[in-house]
């Protein structure tokens, strides 16, 4: 009788296992197919952001402006003096009645295409500089003549490029237009082009007289980097009043503490610069000065 009575035991406690494991299970696929739903429901959420939503996201992320993307490279720049722009503003800035004509900004010029190293057609000056043309650029609009810009800080980089358009030979597309009397080969040693510019420290600028109420270039008997003697700031193959124009760029810049050079009657630097041994390689880009 106990043995029957322990078999029966046995019989129902088995049968309360079995149960409960057939719970269990249905327990799981509840929880599994809750699960699965709720995973579904998610995706028809994702699914469901509109396609405006998406292109916003998409601007937003891809509307990162040039300053910024600048910003960031300055942050990659070497370390050294050459990367120092604190000494540096915007001729904008000083006077915004100073034309600026930036032409290793565009194509035309003796390389016949934009210099490496200028990212956006505007002038640098040392805060020296700047200041002093200001003064100069002030007596000019008295006389009813303003100062217009081709060239001012210039990086060393855009100096290099000048070296290595030299050296190729067969590059000569410009010629008619900036050394028609001259072969590529003697630019250097004529002291048209060099290893090392003055405009890489910050205080020499390159520039032209304009009318002050229209505009227009004022005639100087010779075009910006013309290589040749034309260019001479003495030259007297030139007619009176152009020689006079040129005199009264020379007058203006030399009162004002710059000193010509014979070579390009365009060219003049600040006799006290801020950075005599200094040779700067920063972007012509105005996020580098900000």
């Known amino acids: 009788m106990k043995r029957k009575t322990g078999l029966v035991a046995a019989l129902l406690f088995m049968m309360m296992v ?3 494991g057939c719970g269990s299970d249905k327990k799981t696929e509840k929880t599994e197919a809750v699960a699965v739903t709720t995973e579904a429901r998610s995706i028809e959420a994702i699914e469901e952001k509109t396609t405006e939503e998406i292109t916003t996201e998409q601007k937003t992320t891809e509307e990162k402006t040039t300053e910024e993307k600048t910003t960031e490279a300055r942050r990659e720049l070497p370390e050294g003096p050459e990367y120092d722009t604190s000494g540096f503003v915007k001729i904008s800035d000083v006077d915004p009645d100073i034309e600026q004509e930036i ?8 390389v016949g295409e934009r210099i490496e190293g200028y990212e956006e ?3 640098f000056l ?4 700047a200041t002093s043309l200001k003064d100069a ?9 303003r100062l ?11 100096v290099d490029n000048f070296v290595e358009w030299s050296q190729d030979e067969n590059d000569t597309g410009m010629k008619e237009y900036f050394y028609p009397e001259l072969d590529k080969s003697v630019l250097f040693s004529q002291g048209y082009i060099a290893r090392h510019s003055a405009h890489s420290r910050g205080s020499t600028v390159d520039i032209t007289l304009v009318d002050a109420e229209t505009g227009s270039d004022i005639d100087m008997g010779g075009t910006f980097d013309y290589f040749g003697g034309r260019s001479h700031a ?7 009043e152009q020689y006079s124009n040129r005199m009264i760029l020379r007058d ?3 009162a004002h503490g710059f000193k010509p050079y014979n070579g390009e009657w365009w060219h003049f630097s600040l006799i006290n610069e801020p950075y005599p041994n200094t040779y700067f390689n920063f972007p012509v880009n105005s996020a580098y000065l900000e």
């Open 126 to 129: 040392t805060r020296e500089a």
């Open 252 to 254: 203006a810049m030399t």
């Open 137 to 145: 650029n002030d007596d000019l609009k008295e006389k009813g003549y």
């Open 234 to 240: 003495d030259y007297s193959g030139i007619t009176e």
């Open 148 to 158: 217009k810009i081709y060239d001012a800080y210039r990086p060393q980089d855009a």
């Open 121 to 123: 057609p505007i002038a």
């Open 18 to 20: 079995i149960t409960a």
């Open 103 to 110: 032409r290793y900004y565009s194509d035309f010029n003796f």
